[in-house]
């Protein structure tokens, strides 16, 4: 269950960076726990830039 976790964890810390591990991506054991951090890394970013934008429209 660790690796699972570690491959989330991964995949969370490059989905906030932008940078997408194909290899990763594509391991048959612990490729989906990876995508599935990489797409919640992206949406925690998308949410942050969400929340800068109503502050600043609201100015």
């Known amino acids: 269950m660790d690796q699972e976790f570690e491959a989330y964890a ?3 810390a490059d989905g906030l960076a932008a ?3 194909v290899e990763r991506a594509g391991d048959p054991a612990f490729g989906r726990d990876y995508r599935i951090g990489f797409l919640d890394g992206r949406l925690e970013v998308f949410r942050m830039l969400a929340g800068v934008r109503k502050i600043v429209e609201d100015d």
């Open 10 to 12: 991964a995949g969370r």
């Open 19 to 21: 940078r997408r591990d």
